[in-house]
């Protein structure tokens, strides 16, 4: 598993959503899940690209959400959007 500290930033997306995951406490796997949701990629393709099951992909989804207190993606990208850059 990747620590959150290690993770690269790539790009403005890629620091909102580790801000994102530093201030709700959201794991390394959860903020991988999260930004791959925000790129807008489906459920089972992240699930392929991360090499983990689908559901284990829904429980990440879940978790994230219960964290964020949110529960839709539109809810997730207007959270992400509100973080600075």
């Known amino acids: ?16 959503c580790q801000q994102l995951s530093e201030l709700y406490g959201l794991s390394g796997r959860e903020t991988e899940v999260m930004e791959l949701i925000a790129r807008g990629h ?13 559901n284990t992909m829904r429980t990440h989804n879940k978790r994230i959400y219960a964290k964020l207190g949110i529960h839709k ?7 992400i959007d ?3 850059a």
């Open 1 to 16: 598993m990747r620590d959150r500290a290690e993770a690269p930033i790539v790009d403005r997306l890629s620091k909102r």
């Open 42 to 54: 489906s459920g089972p393709a992240i699930a392929e690209m991360l090499f983990i099951s689908e």
């Open 73 to 79: 993606k539109q809810e997730l990208l207007v959270l």
């Open 82 to 84: 509100q973080m600075e």
